[in-house]
Structure formats: C-alpha cells, structure tokens
DNA sequence: TATTGTTATACTCTATAACTATA
DNA sequence: TATAGTTATAGAGTATAACAATA
C-alpha cells in the first residue's frame, strides 16, 4: 500500500524549500556579478551597521560558529573587502570591519537585494506579502531561530 | 549615510531563508538516526511512487543534474537502499528502484517527516497554515520552479 | 552525431575538533 | 584553566565538464 505515505508535496517544509532555494539562487546569481556570495553579502550587511565587531560575537549574530566566521572572513579579507585588525587591550581579540572598499560595495549589492526581492515576490498582492511576512516572523518567534549552533 | 541601505530583515527572502533552514535542519537531525540525509530521502520517496524509473527522468523531477542523481543514487546503492537494473532493450539505460530494505524504510521516515511538519507548523492556525501553503504554492508558479538545472 | 549515464573536479556552506596564543 | 580566534578535516549538496557506451 502506498496510500499511507503521503506526498513530498504535502508538506509545508517542502513549498518553502523550493521557494526560499529559488530567492537565494536567484540572490546569488545576482551577486555572482560582483564576485560576491550570499554568506559574504550577509556578512559584509552586518558589518556595515556593526562595525567593528568581534568574529565571536558575528558568530552569534549570524547564527554560525567561530570557524565559519573565520573562514568567511578570509575570504573577504582575500578580496579586500574586509580588514582584520588586533585588540590593543586583549591580546587574543580580532576586530573585522569593512575596508573602503568593502563599504562602498554595499548600497550596490544592496540594490541587488531590492531588485531581487522585488523580482520574486512581485506577483504577490500587497496583503499577501504581509501575511507572509508576520507568518515568517511568527515562525521565527516560535521555532527560537536565534541561536547559535553546537559550539 | 547608512539610512538608505535596508536591513537583511526587510527582505521576506530573509525571513524564508531562516524559517526554510530551520525545518531542513530539523528534519536532517530526525532522519540522520536512520542514517539517512534529506536529499536521499527525497530520492527514496519519489521512488517509492515512481518504480523503476531512470536516471534522467528523476533528475527531471527532482530538478536536479544527471551527475548529482548518480552520485545521489552512489550512496543509496551503497547503503543497499537502492538498486540500479540495467534495460534489456537499451544497452545505455538503467533504472532505479528501492531494494525491499529500501522500501520497508520508507513508512518509517515518512512518519519522521509528518512528526517534523507537526513539530515546526503545530504553533500556525488552520488558516495560515492554508494561506502560507497557498502563497507558496502561488509562487512555485509565478517564479517557474520546475526546471532543472543548466546541463 | 545524439543520448544515457558515470566520473572527475570544484566550490559553497557548514560542522566538529584540535590547536595557538593569551588571559 | 578559560577564552578568542584560527586551522584542519569532513561531508552534504550541487554544478560543470569530460568521458564511455550505445543508439
């Protein structure tokens, strides 16, 4: 019997995967134009409004952990995007922070995002992009999506 | 000036992504006890009701390249989930299908599934869990999510 | 030549764990 | 010992491209 196994499609899980994969391949594409990934922009936007920050407490903000942050962050440090610079106070203390460069990229790649928001939720009433932002926001909310994994 | 650069939380591509992650994680936890990834139990279930298929066609379906199938359907095989039968028509061809191991899983990590869709939805009304499946469902059409991937 | 499928290679994203330097 | 950060390693997921066998 196959009857009792329901449909990949009958789940929510599913629709928003296929989705949310389709924005952010379509956000990266975008980016991919200035040489730039979806986890670099995100970082480079955190950095834009924090600045300069610890990489472990960027950890907490973007919800990944130090060795991610690390590795992302050489390769922003690779293309010139982003400086590190040491604590003078604490010997062990990192600060990263935009370079020139870096900052000037962003209302650029933040034009990208706009663009492609609008792209893909374009066809969507006004009351449905608000519903499904407070039913996003709510999920958030309940599921506890702030925390950092296992460190 | 940053006042004319938006936060990543404007985007409801942000807010997808976050929510989308989590119930990916979460179910990639649940089916990891069976030893079992999200991708390979997306193949096992499409098998399930498709039986035996080819290579190609699944990648249709899945929306994925013919090489990511292959490798897919490697750890499947090796995991003696899956079996591959050479057409006796077209020397070329091959087919998939669940081993009887295979199939016997399927109603077990089915059930994970439906305990994780409970789990991450139980806190959403009837009615937006009707409205959130509508939107999405509306935007799989409108952004034409059903290709497969350059080859 | 075109098609089916596999293999080789590469890259993003992320994790865990070991390690270094400092506190 | 505890903390900050980096590095090493691994693995999922996916892509592109080259390839072998067959049609």
Redesign the interface.
């Known amino acids: 019997m196959?009857a009792?196994?329901?449909?990949?499609t009958a789940?929510?899980?599913y629709?928003?995967?296929?989705?949310?994969?389709?924005?952010?391949h379509a956000?990266a594409r975008r980016v991919a134009a200035r040489d730039v990934t979806v986890a670099e922009w995100?970082m480079m936007?955190?950095l834009?409004?924090t600045q300069p920050v610890a990489p472990s407490q960027l950890a907490d903000e973007m919800g990944m952990t130090r060795g991610a942050i690390s590795k992302l962050a050489d390769r922003l440090v690779a293309k010139s995007l982003v400086a590190r610079q040491a604590s003078s106070t604490d010997g062990r203390a990192q600060s990263l922070r935009l370079t020139p460069q870096g900052a000037r990229m962003?209302?650029d790649l933040?034009a990208l995002?706009?663009e492609?928001?609008a792209e893909?939720?374009a066809?969507?009433s006004s009351e449905?992009?608000a519903?499904?932002?407070r039913?996003?926001?709510?999920?958030?909310v309940?599921?506890d999506?702030t925390t950092t994994p296992m460190e």
């Open positions: 196959t009792d196994v329901p449909e990949l789940h929510l899980g629709w928003l995967r296929q989705v949310s994969n389709h924005v952010s956000f995100a936007r955190v834009y409004s962003v209302p933040a995002a706009e492609n928001e893909c939720f066809h969507l449905d992009r519903t499904l932002r039913i996003l926001k709510e999920a958030v309940r599921l999506i």
